[in-house]
């Protein structure tokens, strides 16, 4: 297998010349081709910003729906066809802002789907205002005095959460990055990975250079160990880099709730009543 297999042709893309989506874009089909995942067998759901747009440029089953509401249509997708790889991938702002709640609740419902989140610290569509990730201090049009606000915390919070697997990484670094997708993506249960993404247009501050200035990798780290992956995701002389932790002994959503269904299969693979749709639908279009 091939990257080509999911490059789309001859497209114009809609980012930057220098944007970290183009890496991360490049990286995760590479993880996907080394873990001989079809495109057939894929699907890649997203909600609104830059990154969201990465189902555009994917030669494989999609869906981009509302802006913060990717969580749900990946975690539905998953539930109905388990044997399909699902991947959720946005923006800080549309997963951790308008998403916030769903990314909450999606990590205690464990589907096994890979959360994948490109952390550029600013809202890049919308031309640079303040996301929930935002350094104290970044001016913006908005923000001309400077963010104030303490900057939100997806690993620490993923980890209080118990979230099956957490890990951060940075578009800059191919090898770490696409190392990171493939365990995230051969994880059973959620799993998180934030890639810090340069935004070359709107956001001065955390370019290239200051990721990596301020950047450190996970070192003699053990990934089961929770108050240890906590500590060190609060940590912010250095953020740091790597696997925080792991927790494999979680059931799935889908596992769940086929084990809850008499027959235990999947939805797709459900015979459908029509009998009883209609019965359904008739009680929709009269509800008094
Ligand atoms: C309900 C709703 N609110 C606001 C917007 C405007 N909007 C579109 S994208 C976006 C922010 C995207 O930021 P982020 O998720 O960080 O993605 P980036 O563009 O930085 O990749 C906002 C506020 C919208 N489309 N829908
Ligand atoms: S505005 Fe920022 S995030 Fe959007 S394409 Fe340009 S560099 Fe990338
Ligand atoms: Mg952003």
Not at 129 to 136: C, E, H, L, N, W
Not at 171 to 181: H, M, P, S, V
Not at 263 to 282: A, F, G, S, T, V
Request: aromatic content about 10%.
């Amino acid at each position: 297998m091939d990257t080509k297999v999911f490059d789309m042709g001859d497209i114009d893309i809609a980012w930057c010349p220098g944007c970290g989506n183009f890496l991360i874009l490049e990286t995760l089909k590479q993880a996907l081709t080394e873990l001989q995942i079809e495109p057939s067998n894929l699907v890649v759901v997203s909600g609104i910003g830059q990154a969201a747009k990465i189902p555009h440029y994917f030669r494989t089953n999609v869906f981009n729906g509302l802006h913060g509401r990717a969580l749900p249509p990946a975690t539905a997708i998953k539930a109905a066809n388990p044997a399909l790889t699902v991947i959720a991938e946005s923006g800080d702002g549309d997963m951790y802002g308008e998403g916030g709640n769903h990314f909450l609740h999606t990590i205690r419902r464990n589907p096994n789907i890979t959360n994948i989140v490109h952390n550029n610290m600013v809202y890049g569509l919308t031309k640079g205002q303040a996301s929930p990730t935002s350094q104290i201090g970044f001016e913006t049009p908005v923000q001309v005095n400077g963010v104030f606000l303490q900057p939100f915390n997806p690993i620490a919070v993923a980890i209080a959460l118990d979230a099956g697997f957490v890990a951060r990484a940075f578009a800059g670094d191919n090898k770490q990055t696409k190392e990171i997708l493939k365990k995230a993506l051969m994880h059973n249960g959620y799993a998180l990975v934030d890639v810090f993404q340069p935004c070359v247009t709107f956001n001065k501050l955390n370019t290239y250079k200051w990721f990596k200035e301020h950047t450190s990798y996970l070192e003699d780290h053990d990934t089961s160990d929770r108050n240890e992956a906590f500590k060190k995701a609060t940590e912010t002389e250095k953020l740091h880099l790597g696997i925080f932790y792991i927790n494999s002994k979680k059931l799935s959503f889908e596992e769940n709730i086929t084990a809850f269904h008499q027959n235990k299969r999947p939805l797709y693979e459900r015979k459908l009543d029509i009998k009883q749709l209609r019965i359904l639908i008739e009680q929709f279009k009269n509800p008094c």
